[in-house]
């Protein structure tokens, strides 16, 4: 791309413009990362102190899309001894009694030198790094434990400031710019608690589809895992609210035979799902990135990695501004625009994983076992599965980044 004198313009503005980013989860912290390595000045808000934003019980399973994305940033080799990899995937139609494996050679040909399917990272070693790595740069002012009133970022909207919703699925932000956003509350909700088994298979993964809703089995390291278990969500609040030994002897009932919880490892905790879109992630100089812009459900694992191609995509724009190669101006619309096929693939596909399998429909069992049958015979299939869950449906049709 050449750049014409209007965006050698923007280029040399863009090395004044300030990203002000609502939010330190683990979205807005890696995007205020991203930037500052660009050379942009990035103010970072929570109103989380440093100690609480660590302190969330819950570790997320992390695909190839993310692995990129971190490795760019400099920060998968300081996670890599924190994460589990799993080798194996292994889906299980409990209701059809069928089950496919998803093994290494699935993966597209760029991914397999990484040696794992995915890998599980606990929340609090990814926030300490994140963390540490924004205190140690100069670009980035983190003002931790400050809930900035929506009115106020807003109010400071100016041609060299880019403000940015990184506060999650109920986004102040986002509600007081009045942009336009659909929401529908699954009944299903989820269930997620740590936990020691035994019996289970070593560096694998599992995700189960019972007829209440899929069940997520992710490796810790040694013998601890995390649940993700959805179900409808008074089941889940009721199941998170019983006595551990109940709780371990109705996990007992479901898991793989041969597997059994040896000890719940913290509190289970209970939330509701939905599944949410903003058409538009943008209004003025107004961004939404991560679950400010959309939620979907988590079979599949994709919740953060969904977020994090967020980051990705508008950091290849942002850099693309600082090289000249395109006009600040158009960067909101851009950003829209190319995160749309992704998130509404990855969107409808787990809806409709979720309405296909989460049911005991006898119309549907021959097509179910039909699709574990194609699944576990054509590799073709799992390559093209995979890589969709992995790399992002956006990526099908094209060579893999290097
Ligand atoms: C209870 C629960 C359990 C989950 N468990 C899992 C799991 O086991 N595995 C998994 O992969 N995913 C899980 N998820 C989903 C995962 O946490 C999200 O995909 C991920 O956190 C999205 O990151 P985010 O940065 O976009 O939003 P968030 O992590 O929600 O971060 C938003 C940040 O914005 C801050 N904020 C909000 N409003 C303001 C304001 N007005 N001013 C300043 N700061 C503000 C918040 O304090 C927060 O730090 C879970 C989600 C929930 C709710």
Redesign the pocket.
């Known amino acids: 791309m050449t750049a014409d004198p209007q965006s050698r313009d923007s280029a040399v503005k863009a090395v004044h413009q300030q990203f002000r980013i609502?939010?330190?989860?683990?979205?807005?912290a890696l995007l205020a990362l991203g930037l500052a390595q660009q050379g942009f000045s990035v103010v970072l808000?929570?109103?989380?102190s440093a100690e609480l934003?660590l302190s969330r019980s819950?570790?997320?399973?992390i695909t190839h899309s993310s692995r990129r994305l971190l490795q760019d940033l400099g920060l998968w080799a300081a996670l890599l001894d924190q994460m589990e990899p799993f080798c194996s995937l292994r889906l299980d139609d409990c209701s059809a009694h069928c089950t496919a494996w998803f093994h290494i050679r699935d993966l597209r040909p760029a991914n397999r030198p990484a040696e794992a399917i995915g890998w599980v990272l606990d929340h609090r070693p990814l926030m300490s790094l994140l963390l540490e790595r924004l205190e140690a740069s100069d670009q980035v002012a983190l003002q931790l434990d400050d809930?900035?009133p929506?009115e106020e970022a807003l109010a400071n909207e100016g041609s060299r400031q880019w403000i940015v919703a990184?506060?999650?699925?109920r986004?102040?932000l986002r509600r007081s710019a009045e942009v336009p956003f659909l929401s529908h509350p699954y009944r299903q909700g989820?269930l997620?608690v740590k936990l020691r088994l035994t019996g289970a298979y070593q560096h694998c993964a599992y995700e189960l589809f019972r007829p209440e809703g899929p069940m997520a089995v992710l490796p810790l390291g040694q013998d601890r895992y995390?649940v993700?278990w959805s179900a409808p969500l008074q089941r889940c609040r009721d199941r998170a609210a019983s006595s551990a030994s109940e709780l371990v002897s109705t996990l007992d009932a479901i898991l793989p035979e041969g597997v059994d919880v040896v000890q719940l490892l913290d509190e289970p905790?209970a939330?509701p799902l939905e599944l949410s879109l903003a058409p538009r992630l943008h209004r003025g100089s107004l961004l939404l990135?991560?679950?400010?812009g959309h939620r979907c459900h988590?079979v599949g694992?994709q919740?953060?990695n969904l977020?994090w191609r967020d980051v990705s995509d508008l950091l290849n724009l942002t850099a693309a501004v600082r090289r000249g190669e395109m006009a600040s101006p158009s960067l909101a619309r851009r950003y829209s625009r190319c995160r749309r096929i992704d998130l509404v693939g990855v969107l409808l596909s787990t809806d409709l994983l979720i309405r296909f399998f989460s049911n005991h429909n006898p119309l549907l069992m021959p097509f179910r076992r039909l699709a574990l049958f194609m699944l576990k015979r054509i590799s073709w299939i799992r390559r093209f599965s995979l890589s969709a869950m992995t790399d992002g449906p956006g990526t099908l049709l094209k060579p893999l980044p290097k």
Do not use: I, K, N, W
Request: glycine residues 20%; proline residues 8%; aromatic residues 4%.
């Open positions: 609502v939010g330190a989860g683990p979205t807005g808000h929570d109103r989380l934003l819950r570790a997320y399973a809930a900035t929506a990184a506060d999650g699925p986004s102040m989820c997620t995390q993700v905790g939330f990135v991560g679950e400010a988590p694992g919740g953060l977020c």
